[in-house]
Each structure stands twice: as structure tokens, then as C-alpha cells.
């Protein structure tokens, strides 16, 4: 059973924007550690953003300065404001969700695509 959907995938040209959102009726976003994981074709699986339960967030250093994860504890969802997209961007994005961010992921989005063309 999926316990998060993501939302917001589609196709920008180099330099354009998208903002994923992942919601749940299951998972109380504000107390795990949420995440954005991307797969890019043919390459593994690969963390992007994390939000921990404190509100710290790190990204990878391939998005700094260009990708914002953030939540809305009201509406039980999870963002990814993504700036300045680039083709290498292009990739099925995931969220996931685990108890703290130093723990396995426990659950997972069945992803959505973004693709980026130059």
C-alpha cells in the first residue's frame, strides 16, 4: 500500500522551475524525516533534499542554491521547489518518509517524472 503521492512532474525546458508536492493520508509528515530521492535513467537512486523533524534541511551538493525542500504542517505535505533546472535533472522523483533521518526509509512514493530538455 502506497502512503505517499507524489505530484507536480512534467517537463521544463533548461533554466525553468517545478514544485513537486507529496501528500499523505497516513503519515504525519511532521514527525519523520522527509525526503526528495531522485533516479535518474539507467543511474541508482540518489538522496536530493531532506527535511528532519527539527526543521533542519541538507541537500545534495548538485542542488544547493537551486532546489528548497520545505513542508505545511497543515496540509500534511511536503515540498520541492526546484529553480534553475538543468537536463542532468531529469529523473523519477520520490518521496520518502522514516523515522529520523539517520534511519532506513520506510516508506516510499511511486514518483513522478521531470524532464528537463536543453
Known amino acids: 500500500q502506497v502512503q505517499l503521492a507524489e505530484s507536480g512532474g512534467g517537463s521544463v525546458q533548461a533554466g525553468g522551475s517545478l514544485r513537486l508536492s507529496c501528500g499523505s493520508s497516513?503519515?504525519?509528515?511532521?514527525?519523520?524525516?522527509m525526503s526528495w530521492f531522485r533516479q535518474p535513467p539507467g543511474k541508482e537512486r540518489e538522496g536530493v533534499a531532506h527535511?528532519?523533524?527539527?526543521?533542519?534541511?541538507t541537500y545534495a551538493d548538485s542542488v544547493k542554491g537551486r532546489f528548497t525542500i520545505s513542508q505545511d504542517n497543515a496540509r500534511n505535505t511536503l515540498y520541492l521547489q526546484m529553480n534553475s533546472l538543468k537536463p542532468e535533472d531529469s529523473a523519477i522523483y520520490y518521496c520518502?518518509?522514516?523515522?529520523?533521518?539517520?534511519?532506513?526509509?520506510?516508506?516510499w512514493g511511486q514518483g513522478t517524472q521531470v524532464t528537463v530538455s536543453s
Open positions: 520518502a518518509a522514516r523515522g529520523w533521518c539517520r534511519d532506513p526509509v520506510t516508506s
Open positions: 497516513t503519515i504525519v509528515i511532521s514527525r519523520n524525516c
Open positions: 527535511i528532519g523533524r527539527d526543521g533542519t534541511t
